[in-house]
């Protein structure tokens, strides 16, 4: 992400020069400088406030001399800062003086007041307050809640001497789930967490963990994912610049047009601006977003201003995938996937296989009964949904999925099946989500193997594979293979979201032997369970409980019909180019390819010579791959796991111990 | 020429990480750094010089999942 230009301004605090980007406060550069200011209301985590006055500084600018409070006093030119003048020390006395009087108990208050050199106060307060762990009004919690948690879940009531903080109407908050970040900021102790419904082991361990990724998210996210602000949608602009975002049936990974659905065009037109949508209370990633008022253009609401939950990076990606580059669109498709209950994935997955067997000549206008859909036919495309949710027309055949529509293109049509297998982007009969994984060997494997169908959540190693390099044998690629599911699976087996391991990062997680697997969370993770259970954990041990669940899941899947090699193969759409066109579009890179990893000289081959050794040798790694993972997972060449393997983990049950033998597992 | 992920990169005199970075259009946020195995602070992108022949590593942190 580049950063936005700011100018660096040359400032002096107590004789020391120190050079800070335009608007830090002036508090901030001191630290910066060496400087110490005491300081009681202010935070690296919330807004500055001003309400203790403690930060005096006097302020020269050239003109005139002020006091001014230094936690929100911004440099914008250059200033000459006293933290210890007269003056300065002067007020500052009278302001702890003020306090001291007020909480002479408190430590903190009396450590202030000790250094300014202060025991006691020369009068009495008529609220004196005896508590050690009085509230001294600083409003951090307040700040925290609504700026960090986008909550407000505690407030100031009253005011003048009577002023205090508090929960609406004094009684419990539903929203509130005790995430306990107002009672981690305070710093005299107020505020005591006590309500712990599902009374865990350790709520404290739990929420200290939970409390690490919430500072995270409050002080790193802008800069890096953006998730609070534009959710996953950041990563459109991201994969087109990698040649990764599905373009016309995952023909190609990016497109010209594609700034027209970036994510800034969501932010600035789109999104209702500064309101959280977590998936649930306390969330403070909060990566759901909403679109208020959108007034719908087509389908059985046509002319209604609706709120729309989205659009997240799939839903725009599978825009992209259908050719179609409108904002708009995505909005209106969006809303009626989520209206009718179908998923967006599926849905422009599929119609961009039907707009390829439209250009193709398989469909025509007859065979869609009446649906003109090339690429990029927008309306088209919104007929086409609202037909699906009728069970009408051409949308009862294309609602059975990319797997019937296959077949029944073969028996109708009389379409040429290896064709359609090779374009029709679904593994188990599931349709691919949405990247073009033709550059990432391991990916490829992440797709076909997942147990579900062809989707990315097991395992995203695209950057791992294709750009960090950092996977570059088969056994490389197996370990990842192995050990980023069986990760991803204990997110299941807990009811957790993915997005908090790896969306957001500790500032030292480049320091750490592993930054691909975020040590610092996983550590987390680990807390969290010992917190609700009273066991401690390990990396390895959290990774042996999927193992068991993971294998129990591929036995499963035997089962049922699946689980076997065989089931685990791959459209060659997501592993190399199909058409001439596909391999004229980056034919450098394949050339060089064919030149450098097949050991071919390209200059003597027509295009379809080379798309033929190209596919050979593709389609040879994707099976050694194959043999790679199953080994390292501890399955047979066919994919089955071995009677070894489940007596280890110990889901030797009678029943799936028979039906492996049976298997040959 | 240095090599960047393993791949040849062309190099002038002056050239910094925050010039790979446009060149190479890495245009996702998590990045780790390194030059001949040293990290480099992501504040040090726009001043810090690559010599000529470095090793430069630019992890993408997007993994698993
Ligand atoms: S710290 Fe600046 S006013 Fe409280």
Redesign the pocket.
Same mark, same amino acid.
């Given at each position: 992400m580049m950063n936005r230009e700011v100018n660096d301004i040359t400032i002096e605090i107590d004789g020391k020069r120190v050079t800070v980007p335009e608007d830090t406060a002036i508090?901030d550069a001191a630290r910066r400088a060496g400087v110490y200011v %005491? *300081?009681? =209301? *202010?935070s690296d985590l919330v807004e %500055?406030?001003?309400?203790?006055?403690?930060?005096?500084v006097e302020v020269d600018d050239g003109s005139r001399t002020r006091l001014v409070?230094? =936690?929100?006093f911004p440099v914008r030119k250059p200033l000459k800062v006293s933290t210890s003048s007269d003056r300065v020390k002067r007020n500052r006395k009278t302001v702890l003086e003020m306090m001291l009087a007020r909480w002479p108990e408190v430590p903190l208050v009396k450590d202030l007041a000790g250094a300014e050199g202060l025991t006691g106060a020369r009068y009495v307060h008529p609220n004196v307050d005896l508590n050690p762990n009085a509230c001294v009004l =600083?409003g951090l919690c307040v700040r925290i809640c609504e700026q960090g948690i986008w909550e407000k879940i505690v407030n100031f009531s009253g005011r003048g001497v009577d002023r205090s903080i508090r929960m609406p109407y004094d009684s419990l908050q539903p929203h509130c789930v005790g995430c306990g970040a107002c009672a981690e900021i305070c710093p005299t102790g107020a505020i005591e967490m006590v309500d712990d419904p599902n009374r865990p082991y350790d709520a404290e361990m739990i929420r200290k963990a939970g409390m690490r990724i919430t500072r995270e998210m409050i002080k790193y996210d802008e800069q890096q994912c953006d998730m609070r602000g534009v959710g996953t949608a950041h990563l459109v602009e991201v994969m087109d610049a990698y040649d990764l975002l599905p373009v016309e049936n995952y023909r190609f990974g990016r497109h010209e047009d594609t700034l027209k659905i970036e994510s800034r065009v969501f932010r600035e037109k789109y999104f209702s601006p500064g309101k959280p949508d977590g998936c649930w209370l306390g969330c403070t990633m909060s990566c759901a977003k909403a679109i208020e008022g959108y007034e719908l253009k087509t389908g059985p609401y046509k002319g209604r201003k609706v709120l729309v939950d989205g659009p997240e990076y799939e839903t725009v990606a599978g825009a992209s995938n259908m050719g179609i580059f409108d904002p708009d669109f995505v909005v209106e498709y969006n809303f009626y996937c989520d209206t009718y209950g179908l998923d967006t994935i599926s849905f422009s997955t599929l119609t961009a296989f039907v707009m390829e067997c439209y250009k193709a000549g398989i469909l025509d206008e007859e065979k869609t009964e009446g649906l003109k859909i090339p690429f990029g036919a927008s309306d088209a495309a919104m007929e086409l949904l609202h037909l699906i949710a009728q069970g009408r027309g051409f949308g009862r055949v294309a609602g059975k999925g990319i797997r019937y529509m296959k077949k029944y293109f073969v028996e109708h049509f009389g379409a040429d099946p290896d064709f359609l297998q090779d374009i029709g982007m679904e593994a188990k009969g599931m349709e691919y989500s949405e990247y073009v994984t033709k550059e990432s060997l391991a990916q490829q494997g992440g797709y076909g193997i997942a147990l579900k169908g062809a989707q990315h959540d097991e395992a995203w190693l695209i950057f791992m594979d294709m750009v960090n390099k950092q996977i570059p044998t088969f056994e490389d690629k197996a370990e990842a293979l192995h050990y980023f599911p069986m990760w991803r699976t204990w997110f299941g087996l807990c009811g957790l979201c993915k997005l908090p391991w790896n969306d957001i990062e500790p500032p030292d997680n480049a320091e750490t032997d592993e930054p691909a697997k975020v040590p610092e969370h996983v550590k987390g993770y680990c807390e969290f369970f010992e917190g609700m259970t009273g066991e401690p954990q390990t990396m390895d041990s959290l990774v042996r409980m999927s193992e068991k669940v993971y294998n129990f899941q591929r036995v499963f899947n035997l089962r049922m019909g699946f689980g076997t090699r065989k089931h685990d193969v791959i459209p060659y759409r997501s592993m190399g180019p199909v058409t001439v066109e596909e391999y004229e579009s980056r034919k450098e890179r394949y050339d060089s390819q064919l030149e450098e990893q097949v050991g071919l000289d390209p200059r003597n081959m027509s295009t379809g010579e080379k798309l033929a050794a190209l596919r050979k040798f593709r389609e040879g790694q994707y099976e050694k791959l194959l043999d790679a993972v199953y080994k390292r997972r501890g399955w047979t060449d066919n994919g089955v796991p071995t009677v070894e393997k489940l007596s280890d983990l110990g889901v030797d049950f009678p029943e799936v111990m028979e039906l492996v033998r049976k298997h040959g597992g | 020429m240095i090599r960047v992920n393993g791949e040849p990169l062309s190099w002038h005199p002056g050239k910094t990480v925050e010039d790979v970075i446009r060149e190479k259009n890495y245009r996702f946020p998590l990045l780790i750094v390194r030059i001949n195995g040293r990290l480099v602070p992501r504040e040090d992108y726009g001043k810090t010089e690559i010599p000529d022949g470095a090793e430069v590593d630019v992890i993408h942190l997007m993994s698993g999942g």
């Open positions: 508090l %005491p *300081s009681l =209301c *202010s %500055p406030y001003g309400a203790c006055r403690l930060c005096l409070t230094s =936690c929100n =600083c | -």
